[in-house]
């Protein structure tokens, strides 16, 4: 025990002395910086001078200076050691700090980059729809205005169906088109209608065009369009309703190509020169058909829009149209034919059963036409005609009447007309005269009715604006009917439209 306590009094002695010495180290430092060495990490200056001075030492001098060279460790080393692991992370920060400094501007590229993409695409998207173009027009018909020889008997199923009894206000047409230029060779064009009257329905719709332009060179003079499309065949048929002067198409083309359209392929060639007269006829707002090639082939279902192939033999057509200026007029021939087969419906109908020769109803249908225009610059003509044979019936009074069975058809339609442009402000205002005459079967009507039709509309069209138009008709008709038992109807028939385009 007294060994213990006389240990503890001397460690308590040394740590005294240990004291002691530390207060003179830092006092001498400060007094005499200059005059004192320097010395090694871990070194007392108090340890160096009595090193130099001191020859012997006592165990217990020895213990001091052993005690007096290993300091302690306090908050200072700590300090120390924290702060060298400080500069360590300093270090750590200054170099992810450099390399946040090199990738920013990688990341600002790489989003830069990006966002071009997204304009890019966003770029591409509005250039996709805005190659798109919407447009169409309606036409609103009232076909009741009182006549010197009204006739509610005098229809007519293929042309305007709401002429007759009880009819009052119309919608004759409501065309609606979206048309695009895909690729500098690939060209669409979709085209429905909202019909007056489809088997007794009112405002039915329809589709009219679904098909492509498929150029095979950049300045567009050779191309094949597949889908459904019209048939070139005729003048009145190529032409729009929204150009036609006449309310209705005249029969004896029509009938060739009831709604004027099929499904098939058909191949055009317009050189550019053809290309610009067609340009400058529509420019001039002259009537025209629009481009419908210098020369066209086809095959086609031939059994008339939106109806399905009965007999799987194709209707083949031929068609050629050279429009041309001579001095300051604007003019048009054309000429073509087809050939095929068509299948009919028969129904017997009041008791009457009608017959097919053979007994097949796939019956041979082929015409030819020839077509005159002078475009109006201010007087204008425009003819066509065409004859074949086709599916009818015999004539009335005849003793075959109800065999079905091909026959001959003649018929074609004249106008004259005479265009005033920008009349008290407006566009145009263009009076006209048209004569129509048919002898021949109608192929597309249940039986292949054989009708008979004279007709002459004087009418005057008056484009106020762009989009609206009015147009007033007066028809002096003879025609035979279209609802069995066929007989002969005549009458008057007065008329107004108004056709609004857009847009």
Partial sequence: MSRLKLFRSDLSLLLVLAAVGFASDARAQ????????????????ESHAESESAGTKTPREDALDALSATPPKGPLDEDTDLGAQSGEEDADDAEASQADEVTKPEANADDADQEENNEEKKSKAASFFERFKLSGYTQLRYNGIPTPRSNPDLINHQGDRSIGGGNGFAIRRARLVLAADLHQHVAFYFQVDVVSMAGGTMHTLSLRDLYFDLYFDKKREFR??????????????????????????????????KDERDLGVFFYYTPRKTQAVHAEIKEKRLKGTGDYGLVALGVYNGQTANQPELDGNFHVIGRVAYPFRLRSQLLEVSGGAYWGRFTVRTEDQGGTMYRLEDDDASIVDTRGYLAFILYPQPFGIQFEGNLGKGPSQ?????????????????????????????????????????AAYYDGGKKSTVNAPHYLIKELEIGVEWQIIKQIELTLAYDIVERTSDLYPYDQQSGHVARVQLQVNYP
């Fill in 30 to 45: 400060t007094e005499t910086p200059d005059e004192t060495p320097p010395t090694e990490p871990g070194e007392s200056s």
């Fill in 394 to 434: 015999g004539p009335r009074g005849e003793d075959d009447r109800t065999l079905i069975r091909s026959r001959q058809l003649i018929g074609g339609a004249a106008q004259i007309m005479y265009k005033i442009d920008e009349p008290f402000g407006t566009v145009s205002i263009i009076p006209f005269l048209r």
């Fill in 224 to 257: 094949v369009r597949p889908g459904q499309s019209k048939v070139p065949f005729g003048f009145e048929n190529l032409q729009s309703s929204s150009q036609r002067l006449a309310l209705d198409r005249n029969d004896a083309l029509n009938s060739a190509v």
